[in-house]
């Protein structure tokens, strides 16, 4: 499957829900840092506030630090 990358600059949120609209994305993925409830009031929700503001699918795929990473060898 294609994909591509977009570099924005500006707020997070806004800069990823333009990008959705302008560029006619069909899925968009996010990582997720894996926070806890705390840290993310302290820090925001960006996937949370894309996913209130676009109409397409959003996978989140986490990234914290307990995720497996493939052997850099």
Do not use: K, N
Request: glycine share 10%; charged share 25%.
């Amino acid at each position: 499957m294609p994909a591509e990358s977009l570099l924005r600059f500006g707020r997070p949120t806004d800069g990823i829900v333009a990008a959705v609209g302008e560029a006619g994305i069909h899925l968009l993925e996010m990582d997720s840092h894996g926070r806890g409830r705390v840290e993310s009031l302290v820090y925001g929700e960006t996937v949370a506030r894309v996913h209130h503001r676009i109409r397409v699918p959003l996978l989140v795929v986490p990234t914290g630090e307990d995720t497996p990473r493939p052997d850099p060898a």
